[in-house]
């Protein structure tokens, strides 16, 4: 059984640790939102796409595998049968898949609204991508990225037309304190020199923070009606420890199912973070039960974030050969 009631509830009476997405979106009327959702077929992302849907949103469930995207769609539609929901094929941790996805979305010619960057997975192997880029760095972030710069012209042009902020979500997580000593160890991108799974992952989740700083002060720059915030979603049980072996994966599971959030849970902050009227014109920050924290110091430092940037550009640019 879950210790989970024994930590404190919402302490303050509002939206906390224990809100779930429903409860954090209540009232919100998403229709006529256009959203994606990366990583939608499972745990945290499943339960975005069911949540924007019950409120009204049309969603591109956006993953690698389209069998599994048919089922999860199956499976919300048997709870809403009237949910709006799309399949996008999309491999994050490839770039030229990540290209593909962009332009089939924007052939579309439809709206975007809600960019949800939720796709992300750890392991504890040294791996390289097709593109020759670290697996995790590739999954959690470089593939987020790039769908963020190729879909933002769009969100842009939607919220201008529209009048309705748009708002990208990354995904990020508490782990990306546990990253390398110097914040991004730029060596281990692309060799396995000095690479640490677990500092390679929580560098994933801290690029994913800085981006968000970064993009928000260029956002800022022009004006642009988008903002874009990270958040860490919780502890919670779901299939990201599938390719963790042995003791930390044990350990980690066992404090999970006694501390940790359930998935309804677990998806509220980027629910809210997407949805919630209280979030509007909230820019750059880092999210956690639903209310702006502090990332570390290395996500807070705005030359990191520039200098990540500079050098994610340059990286992309090495895949397009
Ligand atoms: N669970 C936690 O405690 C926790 C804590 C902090 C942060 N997070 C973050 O929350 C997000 C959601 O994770 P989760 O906990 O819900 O785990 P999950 O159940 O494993 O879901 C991850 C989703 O990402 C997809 N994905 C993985 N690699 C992909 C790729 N290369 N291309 C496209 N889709 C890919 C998975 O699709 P497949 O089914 O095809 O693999 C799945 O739909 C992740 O970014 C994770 O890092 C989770």
């Known amino acids: 059984m879950a210790l989970r009631w024994f930590r404190k509830e919402n302490p303050d009476g509002v939206f906390g640790p224990s809100s779930t997405a429903e409860e954090v979106t209540a009232g919100v009327d998403a229709s006529g939102l256009v959203a994606i959702v990366t990583g939608g077929t499972s745990g945290l992302g499943l339960e975005t796409v069911r949540v924007l849907t019950l409120r009204g949103a049309r969603v591109f469930l956006a993953a690698r595998n389209l069998d599994s995207a048919a089922k999860a769609?199956?499976?919300?539609?048997?709870?809403?049968?009237?949910?709006?929901?799309?399949?996008?094929?999309?491999?994050?941790?490839?770039?030229?898949?990540?290209?593909?996805?962009?332009?089939?979305?924007?052939?579309?010619?439809?709206?975007?609204?809600?960019?949800?960057?939720?796709?992300?997975?750890?392991?504890?192997?040294?791996?390289?991508?097709?593109?020759?880029?670290?697996?995790?760095?590739?999954?959690?972030?470089?593939?987020?990225?790039?769908?963020?710069?190729?879909?933002?012209?769009?969100?842009?042009?939607?919220?201008?037309?529209?009048?309705?902020?748009?708002?990208?979500?990354?995904?990020?997580?508490?782990?990306?304190?546990?990253?390398?000593?110097?914040?991004?160890?730029?060596?281990?991108?692309?060799?396995s020199q000095g690479y640490n799974w677990l500092a390679s992952y929580g560098q994933s989740k801290l690029a994913m923070i800085l981006?968000?700083?970064?993009?928000?002060?260029?956002?800022?720059?022009e004006e642009a009606n988008v903002t874009i915030n990270s958040l860490h979603p919780g502890a919670i049980t779901t299939n990201l420890l599938r390719d963790i072996a042995g003791v930390f994966h044990a350990i980690s599971a066992v404090y999970i199912s006694l501390w940790g959030k359930d998935i309804p849970q677990g998806a509220a902050t980027q629910c809210y973070v997407a949805l919630n009227p209280d979030v509007k014109g909230v820019s750059g920050e880092y999210f956690d039960d639903c209310k702006v924290s502090q990332p570390t110091a290395f996500g807070r430092d705005p030359e990191l974030a520039k200098k990540l940037w500079d050098f994610t550009l340059v990286l992309l640019k090495e895949c397009e050969k």
Do not use: W
């Not at 809403?80 to 593909?100: C, E, G, T, W, Y």
């Not at 979500?169 to 390398?180: G, L, P, W």
């Not at 981006?211 to 720059?221: M, N, P």
């Open 211 to 221: 981006h968000a700083k970064e993009l928000t002060r260029r956002l800022r720059e």
């Open 73 to 191: 769609r199956e499976e919300i539609l048997k709870q809403q049968p009237n949910a709006n929901i799309n399949l996008l094929k999309v491999d994050v941790s490839s770039m030229s898949s990540v290209r593909q996805a962009a332009e089939e979305f924007l052939s579309l010619n439809l709206p975007l609204n809600l960019l949800v960057n939720n796709a992300g997975s750890t392991t504890d192997k040294f791996r390289l991508t097709e593109d020759g880029i670290e697996e995790q760095f590739a999954t959690n972030y470089l593939g987020a990225f790039l769908l963020t710069e190729l879909l933002l012209e769009k969100m842009k042009i939607t919220a201008q037309q529209s009048g309705v902020e748009g708002r990208i979500v990354n995904v990020a997580s508490m782990v990306h304190r546990d990253t390398y000593k110097s914040g991004i160890e730029y060596d281990t991108i692309k060799t």
